[in-house]
């Protein structure tokens, strides 16, 4: 039931009387598992069989026409993913809980350069970077890493920063993460790192990320899980609240990536309870 709410982003109850109008049709089994309630097409013989063959058909000639399809799709695909991913819920508990126990030399910048020190020596584009606080930690093991923002301001400072760090492959550029002034084909990872959601147009910002990539190249995006915190627009200048995991995993195929995963990676425990979305893909071979 979980999973159908999920999918078909509609209300239990909605759910529950489509699904007992299927059962006492013939159509739907189901059976309690611990919390759950399980639902399976009922298996048929003979002509029922036909008929139900027949129905199938007629549903899948009105799914073809509907809107909504597409994004169901979508949902599905996502939810099974999760279904498959077993580990996801151990992680998903230990969420917010890394910090709050002082542990000597544990902290999320320790944590940080030790991830990044598996990462080979990439030519790396942060669109939206800000000031590059990221871009500066990448620097230190990318071949090269191109910051791009549109606040003058913001690049002015980078700069200074990058220049009192010794940061010779750190190059920022004045820009905009949907037209961003970096040579087509030429990096071999996009990063939007809590910038997306301040685009006019995420999409377009995506396909100028997909275009500056090489074949095979891979896009990486943080941003915020959709929201209804109406204030971040006038508090953080956000254009959007946040994306849900299906407009993301849509926005990215409609531009061309494959292999995209999806997945929430923190929850705030503090209101407004913000939750953070991974997303990554890559750009075709």
Do not use: C
């Amino acid at each position: 039931m979980a999973e159908l709410q999920e999918v078909l982003s509609l209300g239990q109850s909605n759910i529950s009387a489509q699904l007992a109008k299927l059962k006492e049709a013939g159509l739907v089994a189901d059976r309690r598992s611990g919390k759950n309630r399980l639902y399976r097409v009922e298996a048929a013989d003979g002509k029922a069989r036909e008929a139900q063959a027949h129905l199938f058909a007629l549903v899948e000639a009105a799914i073809a026409e509907m809107r909504e399809a597409r994004q169901d799709r979508s949902a599905l695909t996502l939810a099974l993913r999760k279904r498959a991913d077993v580990a996801r819920a151990y992680f998903d508990a230990l969420a917010g809980k890394f910090g709050r126990q002082y542990i000597p030399g544990r902290s999320w910048k320790a944590m940080g350069e030790m991830m990044l020190s598996f990462v080979p020596p990439l030519v790396v584009a942060d669109l939206g970077a800000g000031e590059g606080t990221v871009s500066q930690m990448l620097a230190q093991h990318a071949r090269q890493v191109i910051a791009v923002d549109n606040s003058e301001k913001m690049v002015a400072y980078g700069r200074q920063l990058a220049k009192e760090h010794g940061f010779m492959n750190l190059d920022y550029r004045l820009g905009d993460m949907e037209e961003p002034p970096v040579e087509s084909g030429s990096v071999d990872v996009v990063l939007f790192s809590q910038a997306l959601h301040h685009a006019q147009k995420p999409k377009k910002a995506l396909e100028a990320a997909y275009s500056l990539l090489k074949p095979g190249g891979q896009v990486i995006i943080l941003d915020l899980l959709k929201h209804t915190f109406e204030k971040a627009r006038v508090l953080y200048a956000d254009v959007w609240l946040g994306f849900s995991e299906v407009e993301m995993l849509e926005m990215l195929e409609s531009v061309g990536f494959l292999e995209t995963d999806i997945r929430v990676v923190d929850r705030e425990q503090k209101a407004p309870w913000f939750q953070t979305l991974l997303a990554t893909a890559r750009k075709q071979p």
